[in-house]
Antibody, heavy 120, light 112 residues
Framework: QVQLVQSGAEVKKPGASVKVSCKAS????????ISWVRQAPGQGLEWMGW????????NYAQKLQGRVTMTTDTSTSTAYMELRSLRSDDTAVYYCARGGVVPAAQFDYWGQGTLVTVSS | QSVLTQPPSASGTPGQRVTISCSGSSSNIGSNYVYWYQQLPGTAPKLLIYRNNQRPSGVPDRFSGSKSGTSASLAISGLRSEDEADYYC?????????????FGGGTKLTVL
């Protein structure tokens, strides 16, 4: 069965960086893409970007350009999302979700979420 | 302020039919598929409806989606207590002024 398992919760200081991992299993990793979606406490869903696991192409939300980098390691079927220059409003649960070979709004499997807390 | 507009709350009694609306524009709902996600308390979202009105395997046929123009709706018939959750609509957005994937602000469904 398809599973996306994310790394554990993180606590970071403002200005620091965080890197969240998402290990996929149960499907051919390079046949799909991975999107990252975050959810601030008590708030709605916000799309952060997408990466093709096939060729590494990316599409980032404009508001995060320059601060976010999404990568994949096909040898371990793992996707990564790194967010730099963290601010308090980056505090959120970060989800990885399986998407298509091109960026789209369809996410058929989701990771369990990783809470990132940014606090001094 | 979300690009797609949903009512913040909805409610119904067991067995009732409820609908949740999602309003957008020509650059998103008007020209692209709509997706619906269900988020039970404390869990990750789950795909409920894809391509406007298709149900993934395992989603009960009590859930149905529709789209007309720049609006979409999610209908839940035979409401059950386990349907109490947050529901989000999503769509691709062709405008270059914001992110290409946009979500509604979410609707909290309460089963009375």
């Amino acid at each position: 069965q398809v599973q996306l398992v994310q790394s554990g919760a993180e606590v970071k200081k403002p200005g620091a960086s965080v890197k969240v991992s998402c290990k996929a299993s149960g499907y051919t990793f390079t046949s799909y893409g991975i999107s990252w979606v975050r959810q601030a406490p008590g708030q709605g869903l916000e799309w952060m970007g997408w990466i093709s696991a096939y060729n590494g192409n990316t599409n980032y939300a404009q508001k995060l350009q320059g601060r976010v980098t999404m990568t994949t390691d096909t040898s371990t079927s793992t996707a990564y999302m790194e967010l730099r220059s963290l601010r308090s409003d980056d505090t959120a649960v970060y989800y990885c979700a399986r998407g298509g070979v091109v960026p789209a709004a369809q996410f058929d499997y989701w990771g369990q979420g990783t809470l990132v807390t940014v606090s001094s | 302020q979300s690009v797609l507009t949903q009512p913040p709350s909805a409610s119904g009694t067991p067995g009732q039919r409820v609908t949740i609306s999602c309003s957008g524009s020509s650059s998103n709902i008007g020209s692209n598929y709509v997706y619906w996600y269900q988020q039970l308390p404390g869990t990750a979202p789950k795909l409920l409806i894809y391509r406007n009105n298709q149900r993934p395997s395992g989603v009960p046929d009590r859930f149905s989606g529709s789209k007309s123009g720049t609006s979409a709706s999610l209908a839940i018939s035979g409401l059950r207590s386990e349907d109490e959750a947050d529901y989000y609509c999503a769509a691709w957005d062709d405008s270059l002024s914001g992110p290409p994937v946009v979500f509604g602000g979410g609707t909290k469904l309460t089963v009375l």
